[in-house]
């Protein structure tokens, strides 16, 4: 059985950067859509980051221009560049992948979750 298997994060300071990572655990899938949210204590997990099937990105206005989300095809993995980090961008990060075996249907996952944590 597939899963997501979630690295990086950690305790960055202010205007400092980190990489996500999200790599599917069978290299022969395919990835159709991905996302990355973040939940922060005690608010709603949120979409930061995406890229579509056609491959359109898109980001929340808070992120704009201070994240950037990509995809490694031959390594089956996506990554969230975070740079200008914000105190505000504290929460726990997870990636949402749309996978496939190709030829059959595709199924969302979720990665475990990682922390980010932004100190002032």
């Known amino acids: 059985q597939v899963h997501l298997v979630q690295s990086g994060g950690g305790l960055v300071q202010a205007g400092g950067s980190l990489t996500l990572s999200c790599a599917a655990s069978?290299?022969?899938?395919?990835?159709?859509?991905i996302g990355w949210y973040r939940q922060a204590p005690g608010k709603q997990r949120e979409l930061v980051a995406g890229?579509?099937?056609?491959?359109?990105?898109d980001y929340a206005d808070a992120v704009k221009g201070r994240f950037i989300v990509s995809r490694d095809n031959t390594k089956n993995t996506v990554y969230l560049y975070m740079t200008s980090l914000k105190p505000e961008d504290t929460a726990v990060y997870y990636c949402n992948l749309e996978l496939s075996d190709c030829d059959g249907p595709r199924l969302w996952y979720w990665g475990q979750g990682t922390q980010v944590t932004v100190s002032s």
């Open positions: 890229i579509t099937s056609d491959g359109s990105r």
């Open positions: 069978i290299r022969t899938f395919c990835i159709h859509t």
